[in-house]
């Protein structure tokens, strides 16, 4: 006699035989692309809470608008190249730099570019002083306390390093710098700026624009020594090999994001923009990054540093 684990396992054989004779197969768990999740990793601004609260609504607009299962997962920033490397993810959301590196090393294609602030898809850098300080000019910087953003932070340490070093600043001979600790870095070195902890330091003009908008500092507490050229701002990019067809549904979502676009995330509809803190996306050619690269080779960083 059969038992009854006998017969389910008989039954579903000849499901399957069936299945093939007529030429389906049996469904794959999951939502979109066959049933396959799909990552996108989104490296951390400044917390990996403030980064999930910003980008969840975002992931879930994708998943909604493209049919694809796709999950939100957040990455140091220090961790983005090792993670991509072992094929975690076929999108990812990152600054401008990182991009630049995956580019170099992985040939990730370009897929959008974050709007926000005045400069849109660019941003900048700028030294700053407090006002009234003795230092008038990038000269007087000179054996002063100084204090950059994350070596990875394309307008906190890259863009500021090779302006100094356009100006005749060594700052591994010239300045006594530092990089502070933690989270919240940007803020840190403006408020260090602010009450004196340092002389001057380097400062995304994005984050001196916001911190002025919330009414953190004014206007009239700092002076910008001076400023970078624009270069571009995050940005999404995708796996090579990752279905084109993919890719541009993904871009168009993006492009098609306006102020009122909505997505449902744990029973609460949030603005999808208003959730992230940006104003949209736009196209960028892949040569405009091109500046990001002089910057990088000139000031010796990833992915072209020689040591």
């Known amino acids: 006699m059969f038992g009854v684990g006998r017969i389910l396992v008989v039954a579903g054989c000849i499901i399957t035989l069936l299945a093939l004779l007529s030429g389906c197969k049996p469904s794959s768990s999951g939502g979109g692309a066959g049933g396959k999740t799909v990552k996108i990793g989104y490296m951390l601004c400044n917390s990996e809470a ?19 299962n796709f999950e939100f997962v957040p990455v140091d920033t220090h961790e983005v190249e090792k993670r991509f490397k072992s094929n975690e993810f ?16 992985f040939d990730v294609t370009l897929v959008a ?23 008038k000019t990038l000269t007087d910087l000179k054996g002063k306390r100084f ?15 090779d302006l100094l070093l356009s100006g005749g600043i060594d700052p591994e001979q010239d300045l006594i710098y530092t990089i502070p ?29 916001i911190m002025i908008r919330e009414g953190k500092i004014t206007a009239d507490d700092l002076t910008i020594l001076a400023q970078t050229p624009t270069i571009p701002y995050c940005t999404f990019a995708a796996a090579k ?17 306006t102020n009122d676009t909505t997505a449902e995330v744990d ?27 002089e910057m990088a080779k000139r000031v010796n960083v990833a992915p072209y540093q020689k040591f």
């Open 90 to 105: 076929a999108f990812t959301h990152t600054n401008s730099l990182l991009y630049v590196v995956l580019k170099e090393r």
């Open 113 to 135: 570019s974050e709007k926000r602030g005045s400069f849109g898809a660019k941003t900048g850098g700028a030294i700053i002083v407090r006002k009234g300080s003795a230092i």
């Open 241 to 257: 090999g990752t279905d084109p067809a993919l890719v541009e549904k993904v871009r168009a979502a993006l492009l098609a994001l």
């Open 181 to 209: 600790a933690g989270t919240h870095k940007h803020e840190k070195l403006i408020y260090g700026v602010l009450y004196g902890l340092y002389d001057a330091a380097a400062a995304p003009v994005l984050d001196l624009e």
């Open 267 to 293: 029973g609460e509809k949030l603005k999808v923009l208003k959730a992230a803190w940006i104003d949209g996306y736009e196209v960028l050619n892949d040569k405009e990054y091109d500046l990001i690269r």
């Open 147 to 161: 204090a950059f953003g994350p070596m990875l932070a394309p307008t906190g340490y890259l863009a500021e390093y």
């Open 50 to 68: 403030e980064t999930t609260a910003r980008f969840r609504a975002l992931t879930k607009y994708l998943a909604d608008t493209t049919g694809v």
